[in-house]
Structure formats: C-alpha cells, structure tokens
C-alpha cells in the first residue's frame, strides 16, 4: 500500500488514470509528465499477476494498493535423497515441430525498429510493446542511436524530439542527408502540440508525428502504414529499373545512390565478373551497408538487381539494335547463351527471339 495527503483526483481523473488517451492532470507543484507511469505500473502489475487499485478524495489524498496471490514453494530435496548418475548421458535435446521451425523463420524475417528516447521508461515500454511485432532495439542515448543507425540501416526509427546533446530534427537531418539512411521512414514523438514544431519536422524529413501521450496501438499502425509505402516503392523501384519513372518517389539522396549503382553496373556491365568489391569501391561503403541499402530500395539483393539491368540493357539492345541473341548475351555479360536465354523468357515471359521480332 502506498498513501499520500496530496491534492487527489476526481473521479474523472480515476477513469483516465491507466490509460495513454488523455494528458495527464498537473501535480501539486505545477509538474507535468508524459503519463506513462501508472500505465506502466498496471502493465508490471499485471504480469506479476497482480491487481492494481486505486481510491482517492480530492484535497485528501490517494491511495494506491497491490494484491498478489500467494505462491507454495515446495521445500529443495535433502542431499540424501538426491542421485547424479554419472554414466547416463543426459537425454537428447527435443527436436523442433514444422510449427516451432517456420515460426523461427517468420522471426528472423521481422522488420527491425529503433527507438532512441532519453527517457529510459518510456523507450522500454515502448520497446517492450513494439518487440510483439518487430525486431526492436531501443537507445537513450541520441549519438548511440544514430552511430547504430548507420551501421545496421533498419526498417523505420521512432525517434524522440526533445533530447540533450542533439535534439530529434537535428538527428534527422543527419539521417536523411547520408545516403546510407537517406531511406529510412522516420516517425518524431514529442509533448509538443505546436503546428510549429511539426513543419521544423517536416521540413527536416520525418515522415510521421506522434504527440505524447498516444495510444501505442496506433503508433503500431503508423509503422505499418510507412512499412507498406515502402514496400510498394521498392516493386516500383524494380518494374521500372533504368527508366525515370522508377525513381519517382525517392528522396534526392536515394536518387542519387541509386544512379549511381546504376551507372556502376552500366559502365561495366560487359564483365560476366562483376561483383560487390568493385562496386563497394567505387560507391565507398562496406559489403554489409551496400546490401542493405540496396536491399531497402528494390527488396532484392545486390546481385538479383545487377541481373535486372542486364537483362533490361539486353531487351534495349534486341530493340534497337541490329544484333543477334548471342552476341546481346556477350554484351551484358552473360558468358552463356542458354542461360541468357532462360533468364530473359522467365524475366519477360518471351525468348529474345521473338521480343527482337
């Protein structure tokens, strides 16, 4: 039981207590926090398998009290009647159902989400919650957060707006002008309900705001929502590679990263050998960072795009050019001709005969 003589609450204020739908009342002093604690409280108190009340008068105080169920612990064995075989091998380990083994492959195939928050309790909750859905990591610290960024690209940053040593918008902005993160939805929470505040956002290149306190359900649909968007961008992406229209949609930054590969590829598109060491050298990132990014814009890996360009400078080629199947395969460097030719029929549902005719 924990008791206090403080101003108390209103049995509308009792209502709203555990929920994140309303601001909450301001304290004794004047203060005012972000309203998660109670809610965080019924949470704990919840899995504990515990109740959490409530009772308060106005200008007398509150009281709040926790129940838990009592629990028989049996008493530990006497070393007597405890045997350890020494010759039994232990039994082997149970094998994995289909069940347990596709849902471990449905986690390893999770969008990842980073949080970067100061406050500590409000980034493990929402941590805690988000990690239902999502791989999910969370950082305090704003340098910490975009240092991890950078190194691991994830799928959408829920970032905080008011933070010392860098505020969100500056971490934003740091962000959106590196082309290695250039492409990563970004959603700003704040306490702030300023119309102000949310065109500095905007204008720094956020793609959602949230305004503390929220309900967490949706935030979750937010993400979702920015997750689609950008699911339906990299098919885009793909369908139209080579062409303008397939960088329609992107930011300057990813337009350019991706002309770039482009251009990479194109200027050496004759070498059947072509790889990720010379195009990490040449756009001046790590094989991990390439991957990623390239995966974030087409959803494909690096080699699977590589393959599209070829195959959409060869149809190019067959149109405009006077040239024989065989000696397109040469030119965007396929070594064989019959697997040219396989991967063209599948890739346009045509051999390269018949689209030269």
């Known amino acids: 039981i924990v008791k206090d003589n403080g101003q108390g609450m209103t049995q509308e204020q009792l209502a709203s207590l555990f929920s994140l739908q309303k601001q909450p ?92 928050d100061d406050d500590q309790t409000f980034s493990l909750y929402l941590k805690d919650y988000l990690k239902k859905h999502f791989e999910v990591h969370s950082f305090t610290s704003p340098s910490a957060g975009l240092s991890f960024i950078k190194q691991q690209i994830p799928d959408v940053a829920v970032i905080d707006l008011n ?32 119309d102000s505040f949310r065109k500095e956002g905007f204008m720094a290149g956020i793609d959602d705001y949230l305004t503390k306190p929220f309900n967490e359900e949706l935030l979750l649909v937010r993400i979702r929502n920015l997750l689609d968007i950008r699911n339906a961008l990299r098919r885009k992406t793909m369908k139209e590679l080579l062409s303008p229209q397939g960088m329609e949609g992107m930011n300057a930054a990813d337009t350019d990263f991706l002309q770039q590969f482009t251009q990479c590829v194109m ?73 040219f030719s396989r991967s063209f029929t599948q890739f346009f549902g045509v051999s390269p005969g018949k689209y030269k005719k």
Request: charged share 25%; hydrophobic share 35%.
């Open 267 to 339: 200027e050496n598109i004759t070498d059947a050998q072509l790889g990720i060491d010379h195009l990490v050298e040449k756009l001046s990132m790590s094989r991990a960072q390439l991957y990623r990014k390239i995966h974030a814009l087409t959803g494909q890996g690096v080699y699977e795009v590589i393959k599209v360009i070829r195959l959409k400078e060869a149809a190019r080629l067959l149109s405009e050019e006077n040239l024989s199947p065989s000696e397109v395969a040469y030119k965007v460097g396929f070594k064989n001709v019959a697997h």
């Open 25 to 116: 009342a301001r304290g004794t002093a004047g203060e005012k926090g972000a309203g998660l604690g109670m809610v965080i409280c019924n949470e704990y108190a919840s899995l504990l398998g515990s109740t959490l009340t409530v009772t308060s008068t106005p200008s007398a105080g509150t009281t709040f009290s926790m129940t838990f169920k009592a629990k028989h612990i049996p008493e530990p064995s006497s070393p007597e009647k405890e045997t350890i075989s020494v010759l039994s091998p232990p039994p082997p380990p149970m094998e994995e159902t289909d069940e347990e083994k596709n849902e471990a492959g449905e986690e390893k195939k999770k969008e990842h989400i980073v949080v970067v």
């Open 163 to 194: 933070m010392p040593g860098m505020d969100g918008i500056t971490l934003c902005r740091h962000l959106r002008e590196d082309r290695l993160t250039s492409h990563i939805p970004l959603i700003i929470l704040t306490s702030h309900d300023d």
